[in-house]
């Protein structure tokens, strides 16, 4: 299974970017999707989750009613409308995929992409 984010770039505080993962290999609607972020000198952490119909998705207090995950089952392809972009959103973001339980952390996903650099400036 392969994972391949773009879509990262650099952006001004206020604006958007979307990324978007495309997966290749195993049952893309049957994973749960996640994108995760890792900031110079921090932890990575959990920006937002989609279980595999899209009926549930998760986010991270920073970043609820900014960002919207989303996913097209027919496109093997999970996507993050980024909105009103904050200094502090500037990260490496990764998509990553797991099967069973809908659940959204670093230990339990299976698969991951390389990343793609966000930057917004202020």
């Known amino acids: 299974v392969q994972l391949q984010a773009s879509g990262g770039g650099l952006a001004q505080a206020g604006e958007s970017l979307r990324l978007s993962c495309v997966v290749s290999?195993?049952?893309?609607?049957?994973?749960?999707m996640a994108w995760f972020r890792q900031a110079p000198g921090k932890e990575r952490e959990s920006v937002a989750g989609?279980?595999?119909?899209?009926?549930?998705?998760y986010y991270a207090d920073s970043v609820k009613g900014r960002f919207t995950i989303s996913r097209d089952n027919a496109k093997n392809t999970v996507y993050l409308q980024m909105n009103s972009l904050k200094p502090e959103d500037t990260a490496v973001y990764y998509c990553a995929a797991t099967y069973g339980n809908f659940v959204v952390s670093s230990n339990d996903m299976n698969y991951w992409g390389k990343g793609t650099q966000v930057t917004v400036s202020s």
């Open positions: 989609i279980n595999w119909s899209g009926s549930s998705t």
């Open positions: 290999g195993g049952t893309f609607s049957s994973y749960v």
